[in-house]
């Protein structure tokens, strides 16, 4: 009872949660039957963890961009602010951005931070549920049962991944 559980939430949480991402289910079933080929069910549920963690890795690694333009922070230097294109705003420029302008800098800074924070709070929750997931897998003694299940919990964290990606964007 408790496999076909693991099994329905893992399709559902799947089935609700498709989106444009790079790698479908079909795509992680593939790579998982092609390592299970060589390897223990052990080893092949390492690998899918090793998977949620580099996919985790490379999507807070990431830059936005909308409509080519790079979405960043930027950085307070002591002679300026130095901004995510390699534009350095010098004293002088900063000096004539005063009052409402540069208080609003300063508040767009601030909510570009808070959007990031967000963004990685969600790849990080993200990957635990993923990850818990995974884990329920374990429980699943057949083979192509337990490789649907681990493709359902990879394919679940890649389109949560590229949900936040779009919230943050958003935010920005």
């Known amino acids: ?23 479908t289910v079909d795509d992680f079933q593939m790579e998982l039957e092609a390592y299970v080929a060589t390897h ?10 090793t998977l949620i963690v ?3 890795s490379e999507a807070e690694q990431s830059s ?15 002679d ?10 010098s004293d002088n420029v900063i000096t004539e951005l005063t009052g409402a ?11 570009r931070r808070a959007c990031r924070l967000t963004y990685k709070a ?7 549920v993923a990850s818990g997931i995974l884990a329920s897998c374990n429980e699943i003694t057949s083979l192509s049962g337990f490789l649907a299940c681990a493709a359902g919990a990879l394919d679940t964290h890649a389109a949560q991944i590229t949900e936040a990606q779009q919230r943050s964007i958003a935010c920005y």
Do not use: C, K, P
């Open 54 to 56: 580099q996919l985790t």
């Open 80 to 89: 300026g602010v130095l901004l995510s294109d390699g534009v350095l705003l």
């Open 122 to 128: 969600d790849l990080f929750t993200s990957a635990a």
């Open 40 to 49: 223990t069910q052990e080893e092949v549920a390492a690998h899918a963890l």
């Open 64 to 78: 936005f961009t909308l409509n080519s333009v790079l979405l960043s922070d930027g950085v307070l230097l002591s």
């Open 1 to 23: 009872m408790r496999r076909v559980f693991v099994l329905a939430f893992a399709f559902v949480i799947s089935f609700f949660s498709q989106s444009s991402h790079a790698q």
């Open 101 to 111: 302008l540069l208080t609003e800098a300063y508040r767009l800074r601030n909510q």
